[in-house]
């Protein structure tokens, strides 16, 4: 069975610094990785996906790596602005593309 | 096409009610996907569907809740004689399956189910 822990729960940071979110999991027979972004009260939006045959991936201020080897995820947040302030979520797909597993999720406040 | 519609996305209601939630997913999507989050937790898979088939139901979707997907367009998921740990937010997903593992989850903006 997968488990996806992601540490630490809540992180606080000034604006203008580069943080990273951890993810780990308990079984690398994935599909693929999902990180999404959920604001209070609000559904998911999904921020990048890195197939199980990728190492990383980029978008904008975003880079997402994958270790399948040591059940490792990071989701790496260059240059934080008050805006990124929400809960970061990843998800593992499971390996015939059917249900994800969550991890609980990282709360992250940046102050301006 | 503007994403994944859930309704509604409020819903209170009494001990033992039944209460039906409807999930249109993204139009040329073949897989339709339900979870259900509580406070300061991430989601938990309830069950999903490809087509109108339903591929996997979780341990969590007792016989109070039923899902549908009709002619493998929108779903319903009913839960039957509601009690008060029903209360959460119900999330539905959807995705288009291919072979190449770059299939994305879209969220909708979810259900949130008060039960008094």
């Known amino acids: 069975k997968q488990e996806v822990t992601q540490i630490p729960a809540a992180l606080s940071v000034p604006e203008g610094e580069n943080l990273v979110l951890n993810c780990s999991f308990t079984d690398s027979a994935i599909y693929n990785l999902q990180w999404f972004r959920q604001d209070p009260g609000k559904g998911l939006t999904s921020l990048l996906l890195i197939q199980s045959s990728q190492r990383e991936q980029t978008s904008g201020r975003l880079n997402a790596s994958l270790d399948k080897s040591s059940g490792r995820s990071t989701l790496y947040i260059a240059a934080s602005q008050p805006g990124d302030s929400a809960t970061y979520l990843c998800a593992m797909r499971d390996a015939n593309a059917g249900k994800s597993t969550f991890g609980d999720g990282t709360t992250l406040t940046v102050k301006p | 096409d503007t994403g994944v519609s859930q309704d509604p996305r409020h819903k209170i209601t009494k001990r033992g009610q039944n209460v039906t939630f409807r999930c249109d997913p993204i139009?040329?999507?073949?897989?339709l996907y339900w979870y259900r989050q509580t406070l300061g937790q991430g989601p938990e898979f309830l069950t999903y569907?490809?087509?109108?088939?339903?591929?996997?139901k979780s341990r969590l979707l007792s016989d109070r809740f039923s899902a549908e997907r009709p002619k493998g367009s929108f779903s319903t998921l009913e839960i039957q004689r509601t009690e008060q740990g029903d209360s959460a937010m119900y999330l539905c997903a959807s995705s288009l399956v291919t072979t190449s593992g770059k299939d994305t989850q879209y969220f909708g903006p979810g259900t949130r189910l008060t039960v008094l």
């Open positions: 139009s040329e999507h073949n897989r």
């Open positions: 569907f490809q087509n109108e088939a339903q591929l996997e």
